[in-house]
């Protein structure tokens, strides 16, 4: 009897391992910020809507019922956001997903007090990265990460055509 068991229980361990090796692999979304909107906030908080447009470099499409987003700026988290969105990312396709996020004005004091450091020069650019998740049911939770630089304009020094004051 002690020997049934263990084969049943060493041929259902083989065909879950036979059974996740031969699940699909998915290459992750690609998903870049396309758009932000001002929302109403609450006392010490700014409000934004963020808009993401996810595409999808799949030959399955991607279903997502939930989704959670945080933009970091110059590698500290700035907004932080949830949507309880529902939809699906066609194959081969895309969407635009709205994710609400909030930035708290101690963010904001922070990062504006990380740039005035008064022996350091302005920073030329902006580094910024954007990661979060589409849930989907059981384990297709998909991660995403998108990162890029601002590039900030440098100031022109004063000619003689073109004076400051």
């Given at each position: 009897m002690r020997n049934s068991v263990r084969w049943?229980?060493?041929?259902?361990?083989?065909?879950?391992?036979?059974?996740?090796?031969n699940m699909p692999r998915r290459d992750p979304p690609q998903v870049s910020l396309v758009g932000v909107e001002s929302l109403p906030g609450e006392g010490l908080e700014l409000r934004l809507n963020l808009k993401l447009r996810v595409q999808n470099p799949n030959d399955s499409p991607i279903d997502y019922d939930g989704a959670y987003v945080?933009?970091?700026?110059?590698?500290?988290?700035?907004?932080?956001?949830?949507?309880?969105?529902?939809?699906?990312?066609?194959?081969?396709?895309?969407?635009?997903?709205?994710?609400?996020?909030?930035?708290?004005?101690?963010?904001?004091v922070r990062h504006v007090l990380s740039t005035m450091d008064g022996n350091a020069p302005p920073p030329e650019k902006i580094h910024f990265s954007l990661e979060g998740k589409l849930n989907g049911s059981g384990f297709s939770s998909l991660r995403f990460k998108s990162q890029g630089d601002l590039q900030l304009p440098t100031p022109t020094p004063p000619t003689a055509d073109n004076p400051q004051t």
């Open positions: 049943a229980v060493l041929a259902a361990i083989v065909l879950v391992l036979g059974a996740c090796a945080r933009l970091s700026v110059q590698d500290r988290t700035f907004a932080t956001g949830v949507s309880d969105a529902r939809g699906t990312v066609p194959r081969f396709g895309e969407a635009v997903i709205a994710v609400p996020v909030t930035v708290s004005v101690v963010n904001i």
